[in-house]
């Protein structure tokens, strides 16, 4: 496995043949990642793994400078998923100065987890782009937790041209139900008890889309939540039934695949999930 920042990724591409599988990630890897990684492998003659927290998706508020940075501990997860290149570039290299030109994440972007956090899409999109530029991948993996991006991702590499297949792999859960995330290693016991609720909610929406309609189904996963936000253990950011092609919110008599998107605060942690649902009109 190699190890480095551009220039060493540009010799290695240079080398290397076949096709090539990219996983973007922040770093603080955990199953999730490697299951994402193992996904790429499938896919790819060679894996490359980017390791860059980016500042551009975090907000003045947010936590840039406190977001964990485990690299060695990092490499081993990589190491043991069989990643033929660890791209870890300095923050010099991808941004030599303030940039000027960035990637804009349009309406779809504006709205739930982009209007919880202004600019964070922009910032996705303009790193991501910026990592498709520089490894040249023939496909790129990324996690359905983060479904917002997931799907603002798809609609930039139709809207901007890029030839490479997305590939989307289900949310990776642990035992008790939570998606896994970085973040999680914030939660203390009681937080963590806390958080359930938002699987739970999911469960309770996806039981009540089975047949019921759409207002039904959030009305079931906000009554699961109220719950938990009762006690003061949980503050609710959004909840949405959404089009899962347009990001708009679904109309009562709504047709065809939909997810529900649900954020919230635990212990000042700040935690996503969604579940996708279909709905079909009879007849």
Known sequence: MEVGGIQALRA?????????????????????????MDRARAAGDSVVTSIFVNPLQFGTDEDFFQYPR??????????????????????????????????????MGAVYEGAARPGHFDGVLTVVAKLFTLTAPDSAVFGLKDI???CLVKRMITDLNFDIE????????????????????????????????IPRALDAAAQA????????VEAAAEAVLSVAAGRGDLDLGYLGLVDAATF??????????????????????????NVPLEFHRSS
């Open 12 to 36: 290695w591409r240079e080398r290397r043949s076949g096709s090539v599988s990219l996983v973007p990630t922040m770093g603080a890897l955990h199953s999730g990642h490697q299951a994402l």
């Open 70 to 107: 485990p690299f060695e501990a990092d490499l081993e997860v990589c190491e043991a998923a069989g990643v033929d290149f660890v791209f870890a570039p300095a923050l010099g290299e991808m941004y030599p100065g303030a940039p000027e030109v960035t990637v804009s994440s349009g309406r």
């Open 148 to 150: 917002q991006q997931f």
């Open 166 to 197: 997305l590939i989307g792999l289900p949310v990776v859960r642990d035992e008790d139900g939570l998606a896994m995330s970085s973040r999680n290693e914030y939660l203390a016991p009681a937080d963590r008890s806390a958080a359930l609720a």
């Open 209 to 216: 889309a089975e047949d019921g309609a759409p207002i039904g």
């Open 248 to 273: 708009q919110p679904c109309s009562l008599d709504f047709d065809g695949q939909a997810l529900l998107l649900v954020s919230a605060s635990v212990g000042g942690t700040h935690l996503i999930d």
